[in-house]
């Protein structure tokens, strides 16, 4: 018996996206679907390269063909992705971003700047377009950890910044424009002004994922971005201590208040593990706070990432752990809180309507 369109569609559509909680079919996930005899081909167009789910997905499509259509059938499956957005086409700043994360912590020290610089790589490395915003004009840190202090970026023909490009994400940051000796003594207002400027006087291009690296706090950088872009959602980092949890739990807050999704919460310097002993954990600050926080608070918990030598010696060297030791736990790491961070973003755009610039009055 011939196998045909309809029978192979009808099968595919017993396989359910883990994540939206819809089958692949009624999705549009299943492209270019092809039958010569038993050979079927066609294209699985993912929600993100990152996606932690993509052999789950494809095996499914194998097993629901060879139990519903003919198991002797020779299935070509392609597995592709295409970034979702909830952003709008008519939008007048950064039209060709679809998605924007803003990092951000309640309090410093917790290693957020480690953390933005990390998604981004990773992002990058799972096939995405990526870029890394620096909005920390008082104490920018993205040069040193990209290796790229003293770098200037360029000026298009249109008189467009142009972000410095390593390890494959584009980059913009105020200590590429200031001296590194010199401190940026600004008020408020001109700090607000010098965000805009980086998001709407730059030429970032096409980009799957913008991650804005924020400074610490609640205050004008946060506002400004709001106000300014609608923002996809936020990823909180904290580390385990109630010092820091306490902060963490004021970041959720705020984004709520202004009606940002909060992607999730990540726990960086979650735990040690001696070199000599990679068996043992030791958790230095306490254990599990943000996971706990996360769960009061019922946002995603993202994941933990280690307290580990090679992720500090990565970001004053300006090789990100990513780049310096890909194979090391922290990596691995890091890659899974991509894929948890892309996996997020697919589930917010696909069940949340777009978020708007907030409009906030002082009375």
Not at 90 to 96: T, V
Not at 233 to 255: C, H, N, W, Y
Not at 331 to 356: K, W
């Amino acid at each position: 018996m011939a196998i045909t369109q309809e029978a192979v569609l009808r099968a595919l559509s017993q396989v359910i996206d883990p994540d939206l909680g819809r089958d692949l079919v009624s999705l549009g996930m299943i492209r270019d679907l092809r039958i010569e005899g038993r050979r079927i081909a066609f294209r699985v167009v993912l929600t993100t390269p990152a996606c932690p789910l993509k052999e789950h997905i494809e095996q499914a499509c194998r097993r629901a063909i060879a139990l519903l259509v003919d198991p002797e059938a020779q299935v070509d499956i392609q597995m592709e992705a295409r970034v979702t957005t909830a952003r709008t086409s008519e939008e007048a700043l950064l039209p060709g971003v679809r998605n924007l994360i803003a990092v951000a912590s309640g309090k410093g020290g917790v290693g957020k700047s480690t953390v933005a610089v990390n998604l981004a790589v990773a992002l990058a490395k799972s096939g995405a377009r990526v870029g890394l915003l620096d909005t920390d004009i008082y104490g920018p840190s993205i040069p040193t950890m990209f290796g790229l202090r003293g770098v200037r970026p360029q000026l298009t023909e249109a008189r467009k910044i142009l972000p410095v490009e390593k390890f494959g994400v584009r980059l913009l940051s105020m200590g590429f424009l200031v001296d590194p000796d010199t401190p940026v003594v600004w008020r408020g207002p001109m700090v607000s002004s010098a965000v805009r400027q980086f998001l709407a006087d730059a030429d970032w291009g096409e980009l799957d994922y913008l991650v804005l690296d924020l400074p610490p706090g609640t205050g004008d950088i946060q506002l400004t971005l709001v106000q300014t872009v609608p923002l996809t959602g936020a990823v909180i980092v904290s580390t385990p201590q109630e010092v820091a949890l306490a902060d963490a739990r004021k970041g959720v807050m705020m984004f709520r208040h202004v009606r940002v999704p909060v992607l999730g919460l990540v726990e960086n310097m979650a735990y040690f593990v001696p070199p000599d002993l990679p068996d043992r954990r030791y958790y230095l600050f306490g254990q599990g706070g943000a996971r706990r926080l996360a769960e009061e608070l019922e946002v995603p918990f993202l994941g933990e990432i280690p307290l580990e030598e090679t992720i500090r010696a990565g970001g004053d060297e300006g090789v990100p752990v990513l780049i310096r030791n890909p194979e090391g736990a922290a990596a691995r790491a890091f890659r899974e809180l991509a894929e948890r961070v892309a996996q997020q973003v697919a589930i917010r755009n696909a069940s949340a309507p777009p978020t708007e610039k907030v409009e906030i009055l002082f009375r």
